[in-house]
């Protein structure tokens, strides 16, 4: 089965003489059969399952999202659960949700399937539910393991899979090594056991959750409120807040709109053209609400309602953006380093008042967030820890400080919108991130600021923190070659300055450093303190650029900032 020895056209006419691939399948390859360009990229190479799971277009091929690459990759699993499972007494158990994807649905179906004729429990949701609900449950149902089909905020030709531990967080190098060994070990399409619906439902090996599980999820998420007795009731705060909100056609739209009114906002006001679930994202270029455009209705929205603040989450809700008012009364997207910045200062000063700060309390973030929450943390007294780029290295140091005690967790997030307060999940929550910053926003327009306001004042306080992010797409088997050649170039002929500032230090993230795994990235830190980090993205077909500065004001910031990409850009 494996393509490493096959050609793509190989692989090709395997799939079309194999008796276990459907019709409708077969029909879609022999349509590309005078297209060699398309077959060889459909079938050049196994889509590969990484540290998230899998992600890629979906269609017929091996390197393609399908029923039959998601059963392999199931199988897989299935083996390496009950490898991990042997001898234990308790029958294992996997969690599966999924989003607001095309075939997301069927997907979760075929994967449940194929958990259940390996005799593992599947547990799905009936309908679709945000990535973070499923981290949640993986806990509260005391699962083995979880599985949610979603691609995040990637185009609607885009599907995913991705794979979580007993707790609750996607797994890490070490777990994921262990199953792509086991796909590995899958040598055709026969060897994926899988039974029909009727059979798992009648063996018990098919449950679905529902409406008590989302109960229990959003009073949990609820009880991370910091002010709910300001916002809830007569004369509260949430009595005169407004608020526009848009789910972007995903799976954010019940759970966000119950916790806002669980904890006493009033008036929430949803973008009714992007309201419904939408694998096609009708009403956008992206679903992904770190671009402005896609809150180009909600803007419109808010103009008419006088809203306080917009927020906005992904396909899969576990990203959050917030859209605020300027000094000028116009509406400005704030950045993900921004929000968390105003997140940690509004968390950790409102613990502080009520004298439940921890001594030993920590904030975790990542090696491309800015550190201008972190400078806030320290203010506070908290110790600030960074792990590499993905959430799930958030959730591991997460399960560390509870195993060993030296910790207590207070608040994780990385610059691509993604924050977590609360330890009762292991991934990012945008329903969680959408509350508090609501909860923060009401807070402050209490005292008369908007949440504009409260982030000069950060700057004031802590510097004019700046920070962007460039990215280039380069898409197929030169695209990958691409990526590598710009990594290669600049780990080898490294410039000793970059806009006319000395390059004090690189760091090579591909050797290890400071304890944290392996992986491709590149760090440049300068002479003035100011820095930019290449590393291609573990999801999509891009390189990523990030760029930081600090100085003594918002032009000087932004003029260095400037500089710097422009710089950097040209040299790439």
């Known amino acids: 089965m494996t393509t490493e020895t096959r050609t793509?056209?190989?692989?090709?006419?395997?799939?079309?003489?194999?008796?276990?691939?459907?019709?409708?399948?077969?029909?879609?390859?022999?349509?590309?059969?005078?297209?060699?360009?398309?077959?060889?990229?459909?079938?050049?190479?196994?889509?590969?399952?990484?540290?998230?799971?899998?992600?890629?277009?979906?269609?017929?091929?091996?390197?393609?999202?399908?029923?039959?690459t998601i059963g392999r990759a199931t199988q897989g699993f299935a083996s390496f659960i009950l490898g991990q499972q042997a001898g234990a007494s308790e029958q294992p158990s996997v969690v599966i949700a999924y989003d607001s994807r095309n075939y997301s649905p069927e997907f979760a179906l075929e994967t449940a399937l194929v958990l259940a004729g390996n005799g593992i429990v599947a547990k799905v949701f009936k309908s679709l539910r945000p990535t973070p609900q499923l981290s949640y449950a993986v806990r509260a149902q005391r699962a083995t393991g979880g599985i949610v089909i979603t691609a995040s905020h990637n185009p609607p030709e885009y599907n995913g899979y991705k794979v979580y531990n007993r707790e609750g967080g996607q797994l890490v190098p070490h777990e994921a090594e262990q199953v792509i060994a086991e796909i590995g070990r899958v040598p055709s399409f026969a060897a994926i056991r899988s039974i029909s619906r009727e059979e798992a439902e009648a063996k018990g090996l098919l449950v679905w959750l529902g409406d008590a599980e989302d109960q229990d999820y959003i009073q949990t998420v609820a009880a991370e409120s910091r002010n709910r007795a300001l916002i809830a009731g007569e004369g509260g705060l949430g009595e005169n807040f407004r608020i526009v909100y848009?789910?972007?056609?995903?799976?954010?739209?019940?759970?966000?709109?119950?916790?806002?009114?669980?904890?006493?906002?009033?008036?929430?006001?949803?973008?009714?053209?992007?309201?419904?679930?939408?694998?096609?994202?009708?009403?956008?270029?992206?679903?992904?609400?770190?671009?402005?455009?896609?809150?180009?209705?909600?803007?419109?929205?808010?103009?008419?309602?006088?809203?306080?603040?917009?927020?906005?989450?992904?396909?899969?809700?576990?990203?959050?953006?917030?859209?605020?008012?300027?000094?000028?009364?116009?509406?400005?997207?704030?950045?993900g380093n921004q929000s968390g910045a105003i997140m940690v200062n509004y968390l950790l000063s409102q613990l502080q008042a009520a004298g439940q700060l921890p001594a030993n309390g920590a904030v975790v973030k990542t090696i491309?967030?800015?550190?201008?929450?972190?400078?806030?943390?320290?203010?506070?007294?908290?110790?600030?820890?960074?792990?590499?780029?993905?959430?799930?290295?958030?959730?591991?140091?997460?399960?560390?400080?509870?195993?060993?005690?030296?910790?207590?967790?207070?608040?994780?997030?990385?610059?691509?919108?993604?924050?977590?307060?609360?330890?009762?999940?292991?991934?990012?929550?945008?329903?969680?991130?959408?509350?508090?910053?609501?909860?923060?926003?009401?807070?402050?327009?209490?005292?008369g600021k908007t949440l504009y306001d409260v982030l000069h004042e950060l700057y004031e306080?802590?510097?004019?923190?700046?920070?962007?992010?460039?990215?280039?797409?380069?898409?197929?088997?030169?695209?990958?070659?691409?990526?590598?050649?710009?990594?290669?170039?600049?780990?080898?002929?490294?410039?000793?300055?970059?806009?006319?500032?000395?390059?004090?230090?690189?760091?090579?993230?591909?050797?290890?450093?400071?304890?944290?795994?392996?992986?491709?990235?590149?760090?440049?830190?300068?002479?003035?303190?100011?820095?930019?980090?290449?590393?291609?993205?573990?999801?999509?077909?891009?390189?990523?650029?990030?760029f930081a500065v600090q100085d003594e004001s918002y032009s000087e910031s932004e003029a260095a900032l400037n500089r710097l990409v422009e710089a950097v850009v040209e040299r790439l």
Request: include cysteine; hydrophobic fraction near 35%.
């Open 246 to 335: 848009t789910p972007l056609h995903g799976s954010g739209n019940m759970p966000v709109r119950r916790v806002l009114e669980e904890i006493g906002f009033q008036h929430i006001h949803v973008v009714a053209e992007q309201e419904q679930p939408d694998g096609n994202f009708s009403t956008v270029k992206s679903p992904n609400p770190e671009e402005r455009e896609a809150f180009t209705l909600a803007m419109k929205l808010a103009e008419e309602v006088d809203a306080d603040i917009i927020v906005g989450t992904d396909p899969d809700a576990d990203r959050m953006g917030a859209v605020v008012k300027n000094a000028d009364g116009e509406y400005v997207v704030l950045s």
């Open 368 to 447: 491309v967030t800015s550190e201008m929450g972190a400078a806030i943390a320290r203010h506070y007294g908290a110790t600030v820890m960074n792990t590499l780029t993905g959430f799930k290295y958030i959730g591991e140091k997460m399960s560390e400080f509870e195993q060993s005690g030296n910790y207590t967790y207070l608040f994780g997030y990385e610059e691509s919108y993604g924050y977590l307060a609360g330890n009762y999940a292991r991934d990012k929550d945008a329903v969680i991130a959408a509350m508090l910053i609501c909860e923060a926003a009401a807070y402050y327009k209490s005292q």
């Open 461 to 546: 306080s802590f510097g004019y923190f700046m920070e962007k992010l460039e990215s280039r797409t380069l898409k197929g088997i030169d695209g990958v070659a691409q990526i590598q050649a710009i990594m290669t170039t600049w780990r080898e002929q490294a410039p000793k300055s970059i806009a006319g500032v000395n390059i004090n230090e690189c760091i090579d993230y591909s050797a290890g450093v400071d304890g944290l795994p392996p992986e491709n990235v590149l760090k440049f830190i300068l002479e003035d303190g100011s820095w930019f980090c290449l590393r291609p993205s573990g999801t999509e077909p891009k390189i990523k650029i990030y």
């Open 8 to 68: 793509a056209q190989e692989m090709y006419e395997s799939w079309l003489q194999d008796t276990l691939i459907d019709e409708a399948t077969k029909q879609e390859l022999h349509a590309i059969a005078d297209q060699p360009g398309e077959i060889e990229e459909r079938f050049y190479k196994e889509l590969e399952f990484g540290t998230g799971g899998l992600r890629g277009i979906m269609g017929a091929g091996t390197n393609r999202m399908n029923k039959y």
